[in-house]
């Protein structure tokens, strides 16, 4: 399970280094895509082809359906990580994530989001002052 924070920064090549409590659940290969917010997701291939099978059952007959996951699947990077435990991004990703330098690796159960540094910070800053209102929403998931 992927908890916790990890700040980075980005090298010249675009790279980020992937920490060691989260190399054990993404393994040597997995999936980066487009996330929710303007981040970027990091799925383990398990995880990805559960995601993946979802997706297929979607109706295309739905037009909601067939444009999210044109939209999800188009955006999406295989990769692997390098003997310097390094991942490079593709430049459409950073672009849409707004990543140039500063980041915040995020663990979120079973996958993994990359914010730009200043937009994590804007995130907290925006739903902090919420987080209770949230955790008793959660009770309508069973919570």
């Excluded at 054990?24 to 895509?33: G, M």
């Excluded at 699947?73 to 295989?78: I, N, P, R, V």
């Excluded at 991942?87 to 914010?115: F, H, M, N, Q």
Aim: hydrophobic fraction near 40%.
């Amino acid at each position: 399970m992927m908890i916790g924070e990890h700040a980075h920064v980005l090298d010249e090549k675009g790279r980020i280094v992937i920490p060691a409590r989260f190399r054990e659940d993404l393994h040597d290969r997995f999936v980066i895509t487009k996330g929710l917010d303007h981040c970027l997701f990091f799925y383990p291939m398990t995880e990805w082809q559960k995601l993946e099978e979802r997706l297929r059952e979607l109706p295309m007959s739905n037009e909601g359906a067939r444009a999210f996951t044109r939209l999800f699947l188009a955006g999406a990077q295989d990769v692997e990580m390098d003997k310097q435990s390094r991942v490079t991004l593709a430049p459409r990703l950073r672009e849409y994530a707004g990543i140039d330098k500063e980041c915040v690796l995020v663990g979120v159960s079973s996958r993994a989001e990359l914010w730009s540094a200043a937009r994590w910070t804007e995130y907290q800053a925006q739903t902090q002052s919420e987080y209770e209102r949230l955790a008793a929403q959660m009770v309508d998931y069973g919570f």
